[in-house]
């Protein structure tokens, strides 16, 4: 009784997940997950109708966005560099803006781990790198998380020109915005 419980409530997660994501898309919901994504993860399997629901969860959308703006006024009001001699006026500690860039680069990798299971990474028909704007996020990403490891290491010297390189990549961030409009 107990297992035909569970895969009962499994099937129903499904279908609420399949039927939520086909109103609110124009796109066929079967056929983005039907094939397994990273050959583990069945279309049914309990973690990807998880990563599926956050991942086409409105909240969810709605929390990236929200991060990319931020993202977009923080590198408006903060010094591409910390070491610029002519700073304009910054309205927040340095650590608030680092805060920001950590808790943002955590949130984008949540949404690129959510993402890759419900689509898959490079062979399924409709896989996260198949779309140019996503290989562009990757790397925005991967850039990010170089960043902050540098940063924790302290090879964020001044003589040290790669750390800055892969701050610039922050740039980038708002380009994210245009992935989520298909008419850009």
């Known amino acids: ?6 895969q009962s ?11 939520s994501a086909t109103v609110h898309r124009e796109k066929k919901v079967v056929e983005l997950y ?16 998880l990563c599926i629901y956050i991942a ?3 909240s969810f959308q709605t929390l990236v966005i929200s991060i990319i703006v931020l993202n ?25 803006s680092i805060v920001i860039d950590y808790v943002s680069t955590v949130v984008f990798t949540v949404e690129f781990i959510v993402t890759v299971i419900s689509l898959g990474l490079i062979n399924t028909r409709h896989a996260y790198l198949k779309s140019g704007w996503n290989v562009l996020d990757t790397f925005v990403l991967a850039f990010s998380w170089f960043d902050i490891l540098a ?23 708002p380009l994210r915005l245009m992935k ?4 850009m």
């Not at 591409?80 to 001699?85: G, I, M, V």
């Open 72 to 96: 977009c006024f923080m590198m408006f009001i903060t010094p591409a560099y910390r070491d610029l001699s002519d700073d304009p006026v910054i309205v927040l500690p340095a650590f608030v």
């Open 180 to 183: 989520r409009n298909e008419g």
């Open 151 to 173: 940063t924790a290491t302290g090879i964020d010297g001044d003589n040290l020109g790669a750390a800055k390189v892969f701050r610039l990549f922050r740039a980038l961030r």
């Open 34 to 49: 039907k094939e397994r994504s990273l050959y583990y993860f069945y279309p049914k399997n309990k973690y990807r109708v």
């Open 56 to 58: 086409e969860h409105w």
């Open 1 to 6: 009784l107990g297992l035909k419980r569970s």
């Open 9 to 19: 409530i499994r099937l129903t997660a499904w279908n609420d997940v399949v039927l």
